[in-house]
């Protein structure tokens, strides 16, 4: 039999609506449930194509279609070059819904079903489209969602509106999940805090208020100096000519504790010295920044293209373009300082210092958006593009299913 708790139970049994919502916890099994909900009613969606909605073609590919693949076997084809899967004769369209000008993918389409990944990740104009889009009689939503900003437009259009609308909503946390154990549940908890503590783990919409990394500690998170030599080196660099320029050397060494830390910083504030600095001498400072470590990769924000050239021009290698996805990012930093895994070293002091003055914007939450103030961040943007662009597509997401959920669904004979 397949190992389901009785929340997942209710919700394959309930989400006959219009719109079926399963928003909470990371790993509290949500994506587990819709995933199976979603390939029943594959067999059972009125004639017509169906869509899989995530915020990008890798997410997509990586969160769902890697996931049904596995379920359902050589009865799933995937086909990359037109962005299609084909389940049980069902044409199913993948598309990826980034930005507002996504809606135009959808504009004069029709569908008979569509699951969307984190619906809280996708413009508010695209899924106003696709509600216009999912007319044929008796076609239905469903997706997933962490929860947001309490001013988020899925919360406050839909989810508040609930009882107006042909809409139902679930809400899971850990205890839902079955398959994890008391042990990984403890864990998980200890790797959030603040903010992502009350989102991720207790499942609450609530706002991004006061400091970012609001845990930061100084006596726990810094350490006096390097704990020895690093296995690979990373940059991370947020350029700027009127606005301070800001390097970090990241070294990661898996064989000692802490097995990453900030080694240095470089901090340039043309405003205090009343000089601007060009790109040429930014790009012989970065040299000199790295002279005689064996750097891996430095990460730059894409749009420094004019300095990129530069230090090409100047005989630095292996530059790549940084992940600027910021919310992403700050919950990335903030999970491996929470758990123990990155540490700073006391000889980065404009980092240590902007720890404590990297806020949220006030103005932003109002709009139901999730953004740091612009203001004191330049050392945080380098960290930020640091750790996540070198590490962060590795950790993985924290809610998807697991191989032995996969065994239990395969043992539910009749099925698939």
Known sequence: MLNLSPKQKKTLKESTSRINIWEGAVRSGKSFASLIRWLEYIQEAPEGNLVMIGRTATTIKHNLVDEICGLIGTDARYYSGKNELNLWGKRIYLIGASDERAETK?????????????????????????????????????????????????????????????????????????????????????????????????????????????????????????????????????????????FLLLAHNPNTYPNMWIEKEYYYDSSKTNRQKTDTEYAEDLKKFIDGIPVRAIYIDPSAASFKLECQRNGIRNILDA????????????????????????QCPNLIKEMSSYVWDSRAKDHGEDKPLKKNDHLQDALRYLCYTAFGKTFGSQDRMTPEDIKNLRRKAGIF
């Open 106 to 246: 959808i504009r004069g389409s029709t569908f008979a079903g569509a699951y969307i990944d984190e619906a809280t990740l996708i413009p508010e104009s695209f899924w106003t489209m696709l509600l216009s889009r999912i007319s044929i009689p008796g076609a239905k939503i469903f997706t997933t969602t962490n929860p947001d900003n309490p001013f988020h437009w899925l919360k406050k259009n839909y989810i508040d509106r609930k009882d107006n609308l042909d809409l139902k909503l679930w809400k899971f946390l850990l205890d839902d999940n079955p398959s994890l154990t008391e042990e990984f549940k403890t864990n998980l908890k200890q790797e959030y805090r603040g903010l992502w503590y009350r989102r991720y783990i207790d499942g609450e919409w609530c706002l991004a208020e006061g400091t970012i990394y609001d845990f930061f500690d100084e006596a726990i998170h810094c350490i006096n100096h390097a704990p020895g030599l690093a296995q690979e080196y990373y940059v991370g660099v947020d350029y700027g000519t009127n606005n301070p320029c800001a």
């Open 323 to 346: 992940e600027n996805d910021v919310l992403d990012g700050i919950r990335f930093v903030a999970s491996l300082l929470t758990n123990g895994t990155l540490k700073i070293t006391k």
